[in-house]
């Protein structure tokens, strides 16, 4: 028979500087163990190593997070360190596409006015850094906007289109160049429109949920049915406008969106305009104040 002796002796240093059964010393000692008797046979220890890693399911939370646990549970293994194979392939879910509303015109103005929503909508414009600006003042009130977005604008930030959707924001599709689109052909007019579209595929795996034609709170029945071609059903235009690319200051940006929003409003904002960051906060203290919250269009219209 096999003798097992146990010492009394604090925990000893193992040849590779670590206390015996955690990695990296548990300098706290609240997980220390005694250290296994030489004389007790390989296999036997082992065997001890074994049950104490999985007796302990938190053994590695009481030492650093660099250290590598010996046996550690398979649940935790696979949540921890997933294959780098799996890594390299894993890739961002595609972006909603555009969706027929049965009940909605083909050109949209407002959504339903029994329902205290809002929808503010941005042309996606002018300097990342405010763009960014804009989506974080947002968040942080819990709003939800939609950016429709300029074709160049994505080709010089292309990064941009991912963060707005990781930021549960709708993204649209507001022409390649921002030209007076109603005054074009048709054939230049669809270049305008899938050649933003194409861009919005590239980065996010579809064309947008929503187009907006450029230069024009409206678009003509020509732009219309080249939309539709292209992919959207409807046109969005909207209700209030903000006025903001004129530069009025942030006080008559907020008196302009707060003097003609209501159920149902979508509201015409810019992101190329500092004016517009600065009044949002007070154009979403004051929408919740009313009880309206401010949602993306397919929510709106959902």
């Known amino acids: ?87 390299l392939s894993a890739k961002p ?19 339903p006015r029994d329902r205290p929503r809002v929808a503010l909508t941005f042309h996606g414009q002018g300097d990342p850094a405010v763009a960014k600006a804009l989506l974080g003042e947002a968040e942080k009130a819990g709003a939800r906007v939609t950016v429709l977005a300029v074709g160049s604008w994505l080709d010089e930030h ?13 993204l649209g599709n507001h022409t390649l160049r921002h030209l007076a689109i109603n005054a074009m052909s048709e054939a230049d007019a669809e270049a305008e429109i899938r050649g933003c579209a194409d861009r919005l595929r590239r980065l996010t795996g579809s064309i947008g949920t929503w ?28 209700d209030v406008d903000s006025l903001d690319y004129t530069s009025p200051g942030a006080p008559a940006v907020t008196r302009q969106v707060i003097g003609g929003v209501r159920d149902g409003s979508v509201v015409s904002l810019h992101f190329g305009y500092a004016d517009t960051v600065a009044a949002l906060p007070a154009v979403l203290e004051e929408l919740g104040r009313r009880g309206l919250r401010a949602v993306t269009t397919t929510e709106l219209l959902s």
Not at 12 to 33: E, H, I, L, M, N
Not at 222 to 230: M, N, P, S
Request: hydrophobic share 35%; with cysteine; glycine share 8%.
């Open 211 to 238: 187009f907006r034609p450029s230069r024009t709170p409206t678009a003509s029945a020509l732009v219309a049915g080249v939309a539709r071609r292209v992919g959207y059903p409807h046109v969005l235009s909207y």
């Open 1 to 87: 028979m096999v003798r097992v002796i146990t010492s009394a002796r604090p925990p000893q240093p193992s040849p590779d500087g670590s206390s015996d059964g955690c990695p990296d010393g548990c300098p706290d000692g609240s997980v220390a163990r005694a250290a296994p008797d030489p004389r007790t046979v390989p296999d036997r220890r082992a065997a001890l190593r074994s049950g104490v890693a999985l007796a302990a399911g938190t053994l590695a939370a009481g030492c650093s997070t660099t250290g590598v646990v010996a046996h550690p549970v398979a649940v935790s293994r696979t949540a921890l360190s997933p294959s780098p194979s799996a890594n």
């Open 158 to 170: 292309p990064d941009i289109a991912r963060r707005i959707l990781d930021g549960g924001h709708d």
């Open 93 to 111: 879910a595609a972006a909603p596409a555009p969706r027929r509303f049965p009940r909605q015109p083909a050109e949209i103005t407002h959504g």
